[in-house]
């Protein structure tokens, strides 16, 4: 999932703990069909979350997805509950035609300690990508507005015409703090593995003790951390090939890549691996994980 960065000097609101009260969903989503098979498993899924009601029309080579009009149960929608929802609605997408999704689709997200989250669905760069803010609820959050213009004007047409006014909306988004870390899976679920050939030099792992976890860095018990040492692993070691290891791990750069479940890397970022040489512990916080995470490889790299 794209992180676009939040205004430099904003502040990122917390996000609410737990599953909300209720949720209502708004807009449409829209594209060429491509994949009918695609389409169906993502209904199936969106229903198995509560949205059993999604309406989905096919007409002339397009389909339309919208969202019932009415308060569903929030319980679907715990953390593990935003990261399905967000994998359903990425199967949406890759049923059509890439380049051809157009969205207004938006959710509130409404706890009862009276905390709300609007989130908008913007497609960017061929996928939706879903923004949003931390806000206070209000009464109108629970059903439409007396005298809205659901009233009097059919829900198709206010979507339909909600898609362009969307673009416009999602770039002014981009600008202010939001919260991908919504799906977002957590630092202290993944698992974490060092390259094979980098074990003997550094140790990882997830500390969870503070306000946030972290990705412990440490020297492993082969990296030497001093000339004396350097010179004495160079001396004792074995063959030309565990020499050549010696100087690759004095001239790395260290890495922790973020895989997803097939291995492919979604993100990556560096550390600073002289401080191990220096016998320092290095700690990241690995800011907001893309939501297909689901391990971390961590690594020395030139």
Known sequence: MVNPPPTPGASRQPLPDGAPSHVRFDGLLQGRLADRGRLDRAVEQLGRLGLGRLSVEVDLGRFTALPPDEALDGAPFDHAGRGALDDALRELVQAAERGSVESSLRATFVWADGQAVDVLFAVRDGALTPVGAVRNARATDAAPARG?????????????????????????????????????????????????????????????????????????????????????????????????????????????????????????????????????????????LPSRAESLWVTLSR
Do not use: K, N
């Not at 362009?164 to 919504?182: E, N, S």
């Open 148 to 288: 809205s213009l659901t009233q009097f004007v059919p829900r198709r047409i206010l979507a339909l015409l909600g898609v362009a006014a969307v673009v416009t909306l999602a770039m002014l988004l981009w600008q202010t703090p939001f919260v991908q870390a919504w799906f977002a899976p957590s630092l202290a679920d993944l698992p974490v593995r060092v390259a094979p050939a980098d074990g003997d030099y550094l140790r990882a792992a997830v500390v969870d003790e503070g306000e946030r976890p972290l990705l412990v860095i440490l020297p492993g018990d082969a990296l030497p951390r001093s000339i004396a040492e350097f010179d004495q692993a160079w001396q004792s070691a074995s063959d030309l090939a565990a020499r050549r290891s010696l100087l690759r791990v004095l001239d790395a750069d260290g890495r922790v890549q973020i895989l997803d479940d097939l291995g492919r890397t979604l993100a990556s970022q560096s550390f600073d691996a002289d401080a191990l040489l220096r016998g320092e512990s290095v700690e990241l916080t690995m800011g907001v």
